[in-house]
């Protein structure tokens, strides 16, 4: 086989291996959902997830905010540009709030 032939090829099965490694590694990051929280607002307002799935509250907001769902799930202050992840294991309907502004409301549907 020509030396080009064989560099092709080398080159072919390198992107391969890659892109299955890299969709291994995002079939893994599958689990994790993101819900966005911005202007005051969860994003999307209503989620719906498999039981085991961890869901990251991510806050791209100018100010702190919380998820809360008393008897479940609890983030704390998310200061802006942090993040806190929640495993929800049960099937149901999480309906949670921020405590600091309590307009703000969503709801995880796991099941």
Same mark, same amino acid.
């Given at each position: 086989?020509?030396?080009?032939? /064989?560099? %092709?090829?080398?080159a /072919? /099965?390198?992107?391969?291996? @890659?892109?299955g490694g890299? &969709?291994?590694? %995002?079939?893994?990051?599958?689990?994790?959902?993101? #819900?966005? #929280?911005?202007?005051?607002?969860?994003?999307?307002?209503? /989620? *719906?997830?498999?039981?085991?799935a961890?869901?990251?509250?991510?806050?791209?907001? $100018? $100010?702190?905010?919380?998820?809360?769902?008393?008897?479940?799930?609890?983030? &704390?202050? #998310?200061?802006?540009? *942090?993040?806190?992840?929640?495993k929800?294991?049960?099937? &149901? @309907? !999480?309906? !949670?709030?921020?405590?600091?502004?309590?307009?703000?409301?969503?709801? #995880?549907? @796991?099941?």
């Amino acid at each position: 086989m020509p030396v080009a032939a /064989l560099l %092709a090829l080398a080159a /072919l /099965l390198s992107v391969a291996s @890659v892109a299955g490694g890299t &969709g291994h590694r %995002a079939s893994r990051r599958a689990k994790a959902v993101r #819900i966005d #929280i911005h202007e005051f607002a969860f994003h999307p307002p209503t /989620l *719906h997830v498999k039981p085991g799935a961890r869901v990251v509250f991510a806050n791209s907001d $100018t $100010t702190a905010h919380t998820a809360t769902r008393r008897g479940s799930f609890e983030t &704390g202050h #998310i200061q802006p540009g *942090h993040s806190v992840t929640v495993k929800l294991k049960r099937a &149901g @309907v !999480y309906a !949670y709030h921020c405590s600091i502004h309590h307009f703000m409301h969503g709801k #995880i549907v @796991v099941g």
